[in-house]
């Protein structure tokens, strides 16, 4: 793994939890629900249990490694600025992309370079577990929808386009958003379609027909 410079302070360390926080509704998707909470300690990194682990083993490994890397970042951290209180974190995902996308990159601003470089060294290793993961990289192509296209049920611009392994659009688009969900409870899916005049509409798994789009992705 590449050295990481003090000079390039900043903007890395972001774009690693970026990364890791857009990864976690696939690596969720691709791990099934554990029979009981997931129990990782933070700073766990050794082998899973002698069991062998249900679906994707490689998806649960990356999936809990993020799980618990973001919650020992994170204290690690606050530790550093000399927080009264160490926040403890709730076992949800959407408590572990909170963690990734505001209390991390914030207070990484605040501590000196071996504390700073400890917590993206780790972090960054969580990264190479999550593009190891093949099935991430051969069936789980996205392409953000930008910042003009808002989910209708969140109305958060977090739409993403699948691809096919050539990299182009399928037509099957999600929300990521971490705890969006369709009418029937689902994370919401839709296919780009056209209706009866050939105009580009999408339409949603749980009956919703999007109409009046300018392109269809
Ligand atoms: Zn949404």
């Known amino acids: 793994m590449a050295e990481v410079g003090v ?25 099934p629900e554990p029979d009981s909470p997931v129990t990782a300690a933070p700073g766990m ?14 998806a649960f490994y990356a999936y ?12 690690i951290l606050l530790y550093a600025v000399g927080a009264a209180q160490l926040e403890r974190r709730g076992g949800s995902d959407a408590n572990t992309v909170r963690a990734l996308t505001e209390a991390i990159p914030r207070l990484a ?14 972090l960054a290793r969580r990264l190479n577990d999550v593009l ?3 099935a991430i ?6 392409r ?28 099957h688009i999600e929300c990521f958003t971490y705890d969006c969900t369709d009418a029937n409870g689902y994370r919401p899916a839709a296919q780009a379609s056209t209706d009866e005049h050939g105009h580009p509409v999408l339409a949603w798994a749980d009956g919703t027909i999007e109409r009046g789009l300018q392109e269809a992705a």
């Open 132 to 134: 190891s993961v093949a």
């Open 109 to 122: 601003a605040g501590v000196d370079d071996e504390v700073y470089r400890m917590v993206i060294t780790d």
């Open 144 to 171: 953000p929808l930008g910042r003009a296209r808002r989910c209708p049920r969140c109305d958060c611009p977090q739409l993403h386009a699948a691809l096919d392994a050539a990299g182009r659009p399928t037509g």
């Open 137 to 142: 990289d051969e069936a789980e192509k996205w």
């Open 7 to 31: 000079a390039d302070r900043g903007d890395p360390l972001r774009d690693i939890c970026d990364q890791l926080a857009g990864r976690l509704p696939a690596l969720a998707r691709l791990t």
């Open 64 to 75: 809990t490694g993020i799980w618990a890397s973001a919650r020992w970042a994170e204290q």
């Open 45 to 58: 990194h050794g082998r899973a249990a002698a069991a062998p682990l249900p679906g994707n083993p490689q």
